[in-house]
């Protein structure tokens, strides 16, 4: 204790004390963040699979990604993105991108799953990202309620308390959850594909993912209780259709009371 | 009087059961005169005379279904959990209010389709009324004597709008929380007393326990009884000044041409009654209203996109939306002596609104001062034959329509794949053109519109007919209109601007200016109607041609 107590006034103690703090925090960062990124799993492809999906990219997706992934002006690195964004963002025809624009548009998948999971394996194979999301947690079978709760907490003010999707600025937008599979939901709210934030496992834990999912796919089993739902846009488009169809068919009918027979 | 004509007193015995019954009735309480009195109430028919009724009926609807609501509604604001049929929401802690709104839709028989009608009804009767006044409006019937009936008139609309929003409110549904919360941001934002009458509302901070309650109280007793109190007088002033109707032959200021209310326009009322109350119930039936299940239980940290207020608050949350937070360097909020002034807040919420509907219940006031008439008209304007006061109304119109389709500018940003920045700033850039461009082009099109009937009434319908003269000239055969057709597009006063006037005192003051100056803005573009001499020099010019015909067909040009 005493050399601790003769060196402290030592000019490098500083530097060292810096340099000890760094480490720390830094160390204790990269752990933490690693902590909470859903797990990669590599396991379920195959060697064969990441060099067919090297072709693949090669051929579709290096223009503006860059050859080996690195990114260019026109596309972002996929180092580290994982199996799920490539899975979300080819399996629902956003990627390849049919034009530069604020947000890529959901169109036909431009290959099949075959194509897909090589793809998915070999950005996989670049570096850790979080990873296809296991069957168990797609199974539909969580806490709806609960689901729904985690819904309106996290997803609701861009995508609509419905899910019936919502503007977000210059030409961004949230879109509707109708018709888009568990999975493609769950790789979305951990890879944040477009203008979409990252839902990591502390954030919302797989559990409470899958819970969203049985809450989404429950609403949309339900339909709509009280008739035609005119598209879950709430009150415009029930103003829309009191003016146009109300007040269209009484105006019908007054015209109809007041007309003469001559 | 003496003994017998006492005698002869009981002179009619109706002979059946019924009869003697309703003679006991009469004598009692006189109902024949009424009914003698208001079955010959004559009303002109017309499909635009309607809408007034369609409010009323939507009313009673309101009345009826919202009674059966209260059996199952519990305002209160305890929290619980839900433990009802709809699954996606169970054992979820909720309020009682919203709990009882779900059990309502799901658990009593015939509830969501009876929240429904009170829904859809609401929305209707709000509508009915805006298109109620723009018909009065258009047409002049506010003119003198029926300018107290447009105030009041104008009150209900607003009543009805409280009713409205009150009733949003209730369920305590995410959606309707949200909502409460922009009105809560709005009462705080004005100077000083903001803050204490948010207070005082919400019994302490937003959301607090007591609102829902409260505006339930307001929503059922207070505000309904108003509008049922104003729907009396507005009534009882309809008995009073006869009905309006639109110009013709054999009408005048002095009668009304149409049916009595007895038997024929009691039938037709009544039956559109039913009429009303069945495209109500078809859309209950088929068409969801605020699904409240959607949007979850009310709890202020979220806010859903897409929350918006039903139709009729639209245009106060549009301007909201309309108003910059900041322009370039400029800002709208001011701290003074402690107290922050909120002016991105305090302008949208109450400025246009202030605006309209101090303009509204004005204007037949303004109109009488610069037009000096101080006559009373039975006898409707045809909206092109006002052109001053058509665009002015068409001006009032497309402002309120802006600032109503700003509320949904989200769906027009998501709808039509376009920035949600660029449907705002198109949207200011309207709020303030959009009435400039309308009034011009109103006024324009309501001028036009008279100078096509000035030719008709002139020269006569075009008949698509052409004729090749002798010496080689084509011309088209142009038909007389029949007196009554020509009835309608010459008798119309179009008066002329009134110069500013000198007083008793032989004084021409500042506001007998200011009122010349607008009368010279008014009248100064005209279209006179065809006067008789103008009718005879048309069709005298032409007449040869006619007088030998075999065919009574006036040739022009």
């Known amino acids: 204790m005493k050399a601790l107590s003769q060196k402290r006034r030592h000019p490098l103690a500083v530097i060292a004390l810096l340099l000890m703090g760094l480490l720390i925090t830094g160390g204790l960062y990269a752990v933490a963040t690693t902590v909470n990124q859903a797990k990669a799993s590599t396991t379920s492809f195959s060697a064969n699979d990441t060099a067919e999906g090297e072709k693949l990219f090669a051929a579709n997706c290096a223009t503006c990604h860059g050859m080996g992934a690195s990114g260019s002006q026109d596309g972002p690195s996929l180092v580290g993105v994982g199996a799920a964004a490539v899975d979300f963002q080819v399996g629902t025809g956003r990627m390849p991108m049919q034009m530069n624009g604020p947000q890529a548009y959901k169109k036909p998948a431009q290959f099949n799953d075959d194509q897909t999971h090589q793809l998915s394996a070999y950005v996989a194979s670049l570096g850790a990202g979080p990873a296809i999301p296991e069957e168990h947690l797609l199974d539909e079978q969580g806490d709806a309620a609960k689901g729904g709760e985690l819904f309106r907490v996290n997803c609701a003010m861009c995508h609509n308390a419905a899910a019936a999707g919502g503007a977000l600025t210059r030409g961004k937008f949230a879109p509707a959850l109708a018709d888009v599979s568990g999975k493609h939901i769950y790789e979305a709210m951990v890879s944040g594909p477009q203008n979409m934030p990252v839902f990591n496992d502390a954030n919302v834990t797989p559990e409470g993912k899958r819970d969203i999912v049985t809450f989404l796919k429950q609403i949309e089993a339900n339909g709509s209780p009280g008739g035609a739902d005119l598209g879950a846009l709430g009150p415009v488009a029930e103003g829309l259709f009191v003016w146009v169809a109300g007040l269209g068919v009484i105006i019908a009918f007054t015209i109809w009371l007041t007309s003469r027979t001559s | ?557």
């Open chain 2, 1 to 557: 009087m003496s003994a017998a004509s006492r005698a002869e007193a009981p002179a009619f015995v109706a002979k059946t059961k019924a009869g003697r019954i309703t003679d006991f009735v009469d004598a009692r309480v006189g109902g024949s005169g009424m009914l003698r009195e208001f079955g010959r109430k004559v009303f002109p028919d017309h499909w635009s005379f309607m809408f007034g009724e369609v409010a009323l009926y939507s009313f009673v609807i309101l009345l009826l279904s919202g009674t059966f609501l209260t059996f199952f509604f519990d305002p209160s604001m305890a929290e619980t959990r839900y433990d009802g049929s709809y699954l996606p929401l169970k054992n979820v802690e909720m309020s009682v209010a919203y709990s009882s709104s779900l059990d309502i839709s799901f658990d009593v028989r015939g509830g969501l389709f009876m929240r429904q009608v009170h829904h859809w009804a609401a929305l209707l009767f709000v509508a009915s009324i805006g298109v109620h006044m723009l018909r009065v409006f258009f047409t002049g019937a506010f003119r003198k004597p029926r300018e107290m009936n447009w105030v009041v008139g104008s009150v209900l609309l607003i009543l009805a709008m409280a009713a409205g929003f009150t009733g949003y409110s209730l369920p305590d549904d995410l959606l309707s929380g949200n909502g409460l919360r922009i009105i809560d941001g709005v009462i705080k934002a004005i100077p000083v007393v903001g803050t204490y009458i948010s207070f005082f509302l919400f019994g302490g901070e937003f959301p607090g326990t007591a609102v829902i309650g409260r505006l339930y109280m307001l929503h059922i007793l207070l505000v309904p009884a108003l509008i049922l109190l104003m729907i009396v007088l507005h009534l009882f002033m309809v008995v009073v000044h006869k009905h309006t109707q639109y110009p013709g032959p054999g009408r005048n200021d002095g009668n009304v041409v149409g049916y009595p209310l007895g038997p024929v326009y009691a039938a037709k009322a009544g039956g559109f009654f039913f009429i009303v109350f069945g495209v109500i119930a078809l859309m209950a039936a088929f068409f969801t209203i605020n699904p409240i299940w959607n949007y979850g239980p009310y709890d202020p940290s979220p806010v859903s996109a897409g929350t918006q207020p039903d139709w009729y608050i639209g245009f106060v949350d549009g301007a909201l939306r309309l108003m910059p937070g900041v322009i370039g360097d400029f800002h709208f909020e001011y701290v003074i002596f402690g107290y922050t002034l909120t002016l991105n807040v305090l302008l949208p919420a109450l400025v246009p609104a202030g605006i309209l509907f101090t303009v509204m219940f004005m204007y037949p006031w303004i109109e009488s001062w610069i037009t000096k008439d101080t006559r009373e008209h039975h006898v409707l304007d045809r909206p092109r034959n006002a052109p001053t006061r058509t665009a002015i109304g068409v001006a009032g119109f497309v402002w309120y329509c802006v600032m109503w389709a700003a509320a949904g500018s989200d769906l027009i940003a998501t709808h039509f794949h376009v920035s949600l920045n660029d449907v705002t700033y198109w949207l200011r850039a309207l709020f303030f053109i959009g009435p400039v461009i309308a009034f011009v082009v109103a006024k324009r099109v309501a001028l036009a519109l008279q100078r096509k009937d000035r030719e008709i009434a002139l020269h006569g319908r075009e008949t698509g007919r052409i004729v090749r003269l002798p010496h080689g000239e084509f011309i088209e055969v142009h038909a007389p209109l029949d007196e009554y057709k020509r009835y309608k597009l010459v008798g119309f006063e179009s008066p002329s601007p009134l110069p500013a006037v000198p007083n008793d005192h032989g004084i021409v003051t500042r506001k007998e200016k200011q009122r010349a100056f607008l009368s010279k803005w008014f009248f100064e573009d005209r279209v006179a109607p065809a006067t008789p001499a103008e009718l005879e020099a048309g069709h005298g010019h032409h007449a040869p041609a006619v007088e030998a015909g075999e065919e009574s067909k006036s040739l022009s040009h």
